[in-house]
């Protein structure tokens, strides 16, 4: 098991990074149909290709859209990680 932390620190302020989790399977074309007009103040800034997920800024109208999606498997907030372990430990 690796130890790891969240982190803000050295990070500037800012609008808040959301990463979105799609079901398997999901048609994201469907679903970003069914989300653009609940994009109130919000922006999608990237979409995993190859993952069914996608990270953006949103507003509070948007995520309660998000969370109550049958689409969306997980919203949560988008973070530095950093390990807990010294660089020097191999």
Not at 42 to 70: M, N, Q, W
Not at 76 to 90: P, V
């Amino acid at each position: 098991m690796i130890d790891m932390a969240r982190t803000t620190e050295g990070n500037e302020k800012g609008p808040t990074t959301y990463i979105i989790t799609l079901k398997k399977g999901v048609d994201k074309d469907a679903h970003f149909g069914a989300l653009r007009p609940h994009l109130f103040a919000s922006e999608i800034k990237v979409v995993f290709k190859h993952l069914d997920a996608y990270s953006g800024t949103f507003s509070e109208e948007t995520l309660d859209f998000l969370r109550a999606s049958p689409d969306v498997v997980r919203v949560e907030e988008d973070a530095e990680t950093i390990s807990l372990f010294d660089k020097g430990e191999g």
